[in-house]
T-cell receptor, first 111, second 117 residues
Framework: TQLLEQSPQFLSIQEGENLTVYCNSS?????LQWYRQEPGEGPVLLVT?????EVKKLKRLTFQFGDARKDSSLHITAAQPGDTGLYLC???????????FGQGTILTVHP | GAVVSQHPSWVICKSGTSVKIECRSL??????MFWYRQFPKQSLMLMAT?????????EQGVEKDKFLINHASLTLSTLTVTSAHPEDSSFYIC?????????????FGPGTRLTVT
């Protein structure tokens, strides 16, 4: 299993602030997924990135895959209380083998 | 979009009894399904990977005789927690990979909250 380091683990901010969550590894990944999970529910897929250097935008969320496909970031602009949740990155190796989750980032956005 | 269901959504059982959790892919065929366990405010821990028609592959430290996994069809996998104990109380989540597409993404079920008293 390839190790995936996610940071920060906890983030508490005020509404309107910007934030960035990082997902790093020493391994190269064929793809990387970001999920958001609310308490008592399963994770919901936000985005998949597959190309090194790729940037994808989903409203106020911007996802970036590193050039070397070893890291990714999730940036949220003007956070809202509805963004509160557990954010997870997940990545897979080149052999369609085991997919690894990061430790997760618990985001709390205060009104 | 791809939908995965889980049943039951929550269950309370007495210590020593067995509990079966079902995971179904509703609108696609899932060649591979995954079972995860999650503790409060933590990430998902992979328990096992199951492929249709073959034995599940368990992660290190997961007792295969305690957590029985069956993937009898392309749309159904079951996890049976045998002789459950309070320490088995957790949030169990399944996911399914659509074998017809690129194969990158997993689609998650809504989870099952197990409480063993």
């Amino acid at each position: 299993t390839q190790l995936l380091e996610q940071s920060p683990q906890f983030l508490s901010i005020q509404e309107g602030e910007n934030l960035t969550v990082y997902c790093n590894s020493s391994s190269v990944f064929s793809s990387l997924q970001w999920y958001r999970q609310e308490p008592g529910e399963g994770p919901v897929l936000l985005v998949t990135v597959v190309t090194g250097g790729e940037v994808k935008k989903l409203k106020r969320l911007t996802f970036q895959f590193g050039d070397a496909r070893k890291d990714s970031s999730l940036h949220i602009t003007a956070a809202q209380p509805g963004d509160t949740g557990l954010y997870l990155c997940q990545a897979g190796g080149t052999s369609y083998g085991k997919l690894t989750f990061g430790q997760g980032t618990i985001l709390t956005v205060h009104p | 979009g791809a939908v995965v269901s889980q049943h039951p959504s929550w269950v309370i059982c007495k210590s020593g009894t067995s509990v079966k959790i079902e995971c179904r892919s509703l609108d696609f065929q899932a060649t591979t399904m995954f079972w995860y366990r999650q503790f409060p405010k933590q990430s998902l821990m992979l328990m096992a990977t199951s492929n249709e028609g073959s034995k599940a592959t368990y992660e290190q430290g997961v007792e295969k005789d305690k957590f029985l996994i069956n993937h009898a069809s392309l749309t159904l996998s079951t996890l049976t927690v045998t002789s459950a104990h309070p320490e088995d109380s957790s949030f169990y989540i399944c996911s399914a990979r659509d074998g017809s597409g690129g194969g990158y993404e997993q689609y998650f079920g809504p989870g099952t909250r197990l409480t063993v008293t």
